[in-house]
């Protein structure tokens, strides 16, 4: 709603509770969330205080979480133009993400880096990493090109293996109804067959009796 103080309170009221019970899991996520919550509400400099706490104390922290919650320290120091203090967060990260395969982070933070370069004037060095930023965002596009059609060709392939399955259902139905009819035929014949006898045996009786 909104309402960040009220926000902000609550998220500490869950720190305190998870403090009490030694869940420093849980502690690390409500600092994250107030952090979080303060870059959302647009007060930079009070969420850069509570990211670089954050950064300090992640030792039973997920590194998932770690690792946005750098990148939002890193982002945060581009909007409030400490350009240096950007570069000094997000560089690292940069390289690190690109070695533990971490694509998305990677782009997130070489596109800080970059930025912050550009705004010092430092233009082949914000072209260095403007070119990397772009070719891990084409990279993940392409797999996610490739994704969706492998996704699609499954999609046609099961669409096609009903479709034969149908087609075969209503073979067999057709070709039971057939066999249906063949019997009723060929019992519909002897009947008459048997009655024609039974008739013409009759008639020759009647006709010994006369």
């Known amino acids: 709603a909104r309402n960040v103080d009220s926000a902000i309170f609550y998220y500490k009221k869950s720190k305190e509770l998870s403090a009490g019970i030694g869940d420093v899991a849980k502690v690390f996520v ?38 946005i919650a750098t990148s939002l320290l890193a982002k945060n120091y581009l909007r409030t133009n400490q350009y240096d203090s950007a570069i000094k967060v997000a560089k690292p990260l940069y390289y690190q993400s690109l070695k533990k395969g971490g694509k998305q982070l990677a782009i997130n933070s070489s596109e800080i880096v970059w930025q912050a370069y550009q705004k010092k004037i430092k233009y082949d060095s914000a072209f260095h990493y403007l070119l990397f930023h772009f070719s891990l965002k084409d990279s993940v596009y392409s797999q996610e090109n490739q994704r969706k059609l492998s996704s699609l060709y ?36 002897v009947s008459l067959f048997v009655f024609i006898i039974l008739s013409s045996i009759l008639a020759f009786r009647n006709r010994e009796k006369k």
């Open 30 to 67: 409500a600092d994250y969330n107030i952090a979080n919550t303060l870059s959302n509400a647009g007060r930079f400099n009070e969420s850069i205080l509570q990211f670089r706490e954050l950064t300090k104390n992640k030792a039973a922290a997920p590194p998932s979480m770690v690792n």
């Open 154 to 189: 499954a999609e046609m392939a099961t669409l096609e293996r009903q479709k034969e399955r149908h087609i075969l259902e209503k073979e067999k139905i057709l070709q039971q109804t057939k066999n249906k009819n063949l019997l009723i035929i060929i019992a519909a014949g």
